[in-house]
């Protein structure tokens, strides 16, 4: 369950010490002292150049740390309260950062033979990093293990056991890891160009976290092997809720969200035909909100938000927001951006990226 917003504030506040506080404005300052949340977002500044944001509920900027190139997927480790920001798919960079201090920030490289997915997860002791990862040559989706107490150093590798695996996460216990393998193959000479749109494979498997072992792998039906798994959140009774992005033809209406647990398998939401029209066969981000059981999915292609009851699947709001992006719980509700620099309430004169993470 999530503490109350007011304790996530005053934490906040009071692990950042000194040194950050006095580095702020006085705008920034009283943005912090009025936030009922604190967040973390890839932004494109109106210069051009790109920074990771820490940003208050109300889209209020506290703080920026500037970023090599284009960030995507964002982690958060509550434990050590460090937070990753990973490069966009193709890219070969995660950089690491407290978003409660000015320390140096941590920049961290893929393997030559492999690319970063954009998305990640902490074990929830902290001393783990997982990535996504692409073992282009081999057309193999991967794990990459990095050490958190020795300044990230990859230790290993494990499979996933499928094909373009995009966004992860990790089970309360830190035993499973769940990842979503899209099922789409690329290689970094052609960019971002989706090579086998034909025999997509995307899949949804568990991976004992200690081992690498496959504990279980759910194959989407044959009717929708053109629907790529790519987002993946955990409810408080730990079903993984997955979001997809669909590659077939455009007047299909296929099922846009669902969810299981191990033992069980997939169960897709029966979105409305009206909703599933207005997400525009793509869903950009999905985050739970656990304290209040709600289901969120953003799509930037349909311009839309869209909440939906954990409990019974019904679609309880549908909002429209131009290039919808990132969304993450909330003190009611959600927080959600847009691209075109709107973050709930407050409009600014930045981009912001796909995915926002909450960082208190």
């Keep these: 369950m999530m503490r109350s917003a007011a304790i996530d504030r005053r934490s906040f506040v009071k692990a950042a010490g000194i040194g950050f506080l006095a580095a702020l404005t006085p705008r920034s300052l009283m943005a912090l002292e009025q936030a009922d949340a604190v967040y973390a977002s890839g932004i494109r500044a109106a210069d051009g150049s790109y920074a990771v944001a820490t940003v208050t509920e109300r889209g209020e900027v506290i703080d920026q740390v500037a970023l090599p190139a284009r960030a995507h997927g964002m982690a958060f480790s509550a434990t050590t309260g460090k937070t990753v920001a990973f490069a966009r798919r193709p890219g070969t960079y995660a950089m690491i950062f407290d978003g409660r201090n000015r320390g140096e920030p941590i920049i961290i490289s893929s393997r030559e033979d492999r690319h970063f997915y954009g998305h990640g997860a902490f074990s929830p002791d902290g001393r783990l990093l ?52 899209g099922g789409i193959e690329t290689h970094p000479d052609f960019g971002r160009t989706k090579l086998n749109l034909g025999a997509m494979q995307p899949s949804l498997v568990l991976i004992d976290a200690a081992t690498g072992a496959l504990i279980e792998k759910h194959v989407l039906p044959a009717q929708w092997a053109q629907l790529s798994t790519r987002h993946v959140d955990l409810d408080d009774q730990g079903r993984i ?78 909002t429209s927001i131009a290039d919808a992006a990132g969304i993450a719980p909330a003190r009611s509700g959600f927080a959600v951006s847009s691209y075109d620099g709107d973050f709930l309430s407050t409009r600014s004169d930045v981009a912001w990226d796909q995915h926002i993470v909450r960082i208190s």
Aim: a negative charge; aromatic letters at 10%; hydrophobic letters at 35%.
């Design 130 to 181: 997982y990535a996504s990862e692409n073992d282009f040559d081999g057309n193999r989706g991967m794990i990459g293990l990095y050490d958190t107490t020795d300044r990230f150093t990859r230790i290993g590798e494990f499979e996933t056991y499928g094909i373009g695996p995009h966004d992860m996460t990790v089970s309360d216990d830190g035993r499973l890891l769940i990842v979503a393998n």
């Design 241 to 318: 809720w997955f979001a997809c992005q669909y590659e077939g033809h455009r007047n299909d209406l296929p099922p846009l969200v669902g969810h299981f647990a191990k033992g069980e398998d997939l169960s897709f939401i029966d979105l409305p035909e009206e909703t599933t029209h207005r997400l525009a066969n793509y869903v950009g981000a999905i985050a739970v909100n656990r304290s209040e059981g709600l289901v969120g999915v953003t799509s930037p292609k349909g311009g839309a938000s869209v909440t939906i009851d954990a409990r019974s699947g019904k679609v309880l709001a549908e």
